[in-house]
């Protein structure tokens, strides 16, 4: 099977005329057939016009994963407007307000959970005209006009004769998703119609899928490894997707995934890592024998992959766990371990349309098995940052390759391996946390003299945040009021989960703090303590 290379609503419309009674989607106990979800699509798209939605207009989407996230996105591409999908967990609205006014968001889509959030930066965002809640509003909400209901003005909406002159194109933008940078703002990745399209048909050239594969989507929706391999990938070819919106309690996506006959599962590691230590005695059978009774495979990326985590996951469940690579900036997959093409502790080999190379800092490539920045070039690279240039041109060196930041080798046979990050990041179930940004709030509280954060491996895939403080002296410092300025300033998942306080952090000749010897320290202290006692854990399911 192949992907046509198209623009994103067409590929759906294409599925929804060649298949049109075969389910497309499985969410919230309904199952969706192609002809209901493109007539929903296509009702939305009517209602977004009627709201001003026009070509290359930003609408935001801050969901779990759910119907109306496909509904709304795909709504969008028909008429040529541009989704900006946003993490449900940011709540802070320094962050919100930021992404929202940086590329003039013109109406949010989001769920009643999430809606007091929006609604409290509304009044300082000119641009921003409605917010749209998919379940309900709240009642200290109700009185604000700009808030209206998601499926009632999708059901009241009707053809308008004016979208049958729109043409969205290959080349328009689809999204803009908005990745942390090292420093700074957010910065808005640009992906086109084609860069997405492209990808999802390399990835479909990389392993056989046919019209009896399902797809779980249990990734949050808003990351682009979510979205292209797990919804525009599988709807592009008439293939079912089942959404998982909670990853808690787990027992009923296992069971969801044994009922629906899931093939194929793309997940991040630390969720792998789980199921492998749950896969024990009665556990195991229920696993394997139900929820995995039709998988075929599984694909890890987002983080590395830790090589026991794969062994004893295979092991358990005689389900094949392949690693992947990719970021943000190429929409997203790089390269890709496959069932008849793999080699351990690699991420696989590049895409088919994807060129990878191992440059310098000049520039030069380098040879076979010698270390230097993974550069990527092709259809599924970004053509740069929204709004951004220096960013933009930071990132591509002068043959227009993308840097990716990271440090890695390719082998005599075409395999990639990841030595280090060359970005100073934490990875938390597969999001990005850079450390510069949590030590920059940490560094606001009155009592730290300075401070520094570091991933810390938990053993199962993921990592946690761990911070290294030093008090100014002189100044008594509240733990339970630190903890509380926290809890205040950063969201859930960038909070450290672990704090030590020194005298004074460790250093260089040049003052630079040694994170290394630090990460080093946080390393050996968490496998000291782990036989022994409870560890802070980034996620459990």
């Not at 929820?291 to 983080?303: D, H, I, T």
Request: a neutral charge.
């Amino acid at each position: 099977m192949e992907i046509r290379k198209t623009d994103i609503y067409t590929s759906l419309a294409d599925s929804a005329y060649r298949r049109p009674e075969s389910p497309a989607a499985v969410a919230a106990g309904k199952t969706w057939t192609f002809h209901e979800l493109l007539m929903k699509v296509d009702r939305a798209a009517d209602m977004f016009w009627q709201l001003g939605v026009r070509k290359n207009d930003k609408v935001a989407v801050a969901l779990k994963n759910s119907i109306e996230v496909i509904v709304t996105n795909y709504a969008l591409y028909k008429i040529g407007a541009v989704c900006v999908p946003i993490n449900f967990m940011i709540s802070k609205a320094a962050e919100l307000k930021f992404i929202l006014g940086d590329c003039k968001v013109k109406i949010v889509v989001t769920q009643a959970e999430y809606l007091r959030s929006y609604a409290a930066v509304k009044e300082d965002l000119p641009d921003l005209k409605y917010i749209l809640s998919t379940d309900d509003i709240p009642s200290n909400c109700k009185e604000n006009s700009s808030i209206k209901l998601f499926w009632p003005l999708l059901e009241e909406s009707k053809f308008n004769n004016e979208m049958l002159s729109l043409k969205t194109t290959p080349n328009d933008i689809a999204m803009l998703l908005y990745t942390s940078g090292t420093t700074g703002n957010p910065k808005g990745v640009i992906l086109t119609h084609n860069n997405i399209i492209s990808n999802a048909h390399s990835c479909v050239l990389s392993f056989k899928i046919t019209e009896e594969d399902a797809f779980l989507c249990i990734l949050p929706m808003f990351h682009t490894f979510a979205w292209t391999t797990s919804i525009v990938l599988p709807l592009a070819l008439g293939i079912k997707v089942v959404l998982v919106a909670n990853i808690t309690p787990a027992s009923s996506w296992l069971h969801l995934m044994g009922r629906e006959k899931v093939t194929i599962m793309v997940a991040v590691p630390q969720l792998f890592g789980v199921l492998a230590k749950e896969a024990k005695g009665f556990k195991r059978l229920y696993l394997q024998y139900w929820a995995f009774r039709k998988v075929r495979f599984c694909v890890s990326g987002a983080a590395p992959l830790n090589r026991e985590v794969q062994r004893h996951f295979e092991e358990q469940l005689d389900v094949p766990l392949l690693e992947g690579y990719g970021l943000t900036e190429t929409s997203p997959v790089l390269s890709v371990n496959t069932e008849h093409n793999k080699k351990a502790g690699s991420v696989g080999i590049n895409l088919p349309y994807v060129k990878i190379k191992i440059l310098d800092d000049e520039g030069n490539e380098m040879p076979r098995n010698a270390e230097g920045e993974i550069c990527a070039k092709g259809e599924n690279v970004t053509q740069g940052y929204f709004n951004n240039p220096a960013a933009t041109s930071e990132v591509f060196d002068k043959n227009g390759w993308l840097r990716t930041g990271d440090i890695g080798i390719i082998d005599d046979e075409g395999f990639i391996f990841i030595r280090d990050r060359k970005k100073d990041m934490i990875i938390i179930k597969g999001l990005k946390v850079f450390s510069a940004q949590v030590e920059a709030v940490i560094n606001e509280y009155p009592a730290i003299e300075e401070c520094a954060v570091v991933g810390v491996p938990d053993g199962r895939g993921d990592e946690f945040i761990k911070l290294y403080a030093a008090k100014k002296k002189g100044v008594d410092l509240d733990e339970a009021d630190f903890r509380k300025f926290l809890k205040t300033k950063l969201d859930n998942y960038k909070r450290p989960r672990d704090v030590e306080f020194l005298e004074e952090l460790p250093k260089n000749s040049l003052r630079k703090i040694l994170k290394k010897d630090l990460r080093k320290d946080a390393v050996e202290k968490y496998k000291a303590r782990s036989a022994s006692a409870a560890v802070p854990a980034s996620a459990e399911l």
